[in-house]
């Protein structure tokens, strides 16, 4: 799973917070301990939780996926009003 770093440094507030939604047993010290890092989150998870990889892999990237999707649409709209 690959994300853009500069995505989750400019979205890291939201993302924490999905994060949180997902596994609530997470402070936010612990996620701001990972600073964005897959791995260490991952980590973190399966620490609390006891899940597989696959698991929290899953829900870990489509929550990030989301914050990409989001940023490619905002950048297409940015796009096409300087095209115009």
Do not use: C, H, P
Request: proline share 0%; glycine share 10%.
């Amino acid at each position: 799973m690959e994300i853009n770093e500069n995505i989750v440094k400019g979205k890291w507030l939201e993302i924490k917070g999905e994060l949180r939604k997902a596994w609530g047993k997470i402070t936010d010290d612990e996620l701001e301990k990972t600073q964005g890092d897959l791995q260490q989150i991952g980590g973190l998870i399966q620490q609390k939780y006891g899940e597989g990889q696959e698991t929290y892999r899953k829900k870990l990237s489509d929550i990030f996926d989301r914050f990409e999707e989001k940023k490619d649409q905002v950048v297409d709209r940015i796009k096409s009003k300087l095209d115009t």
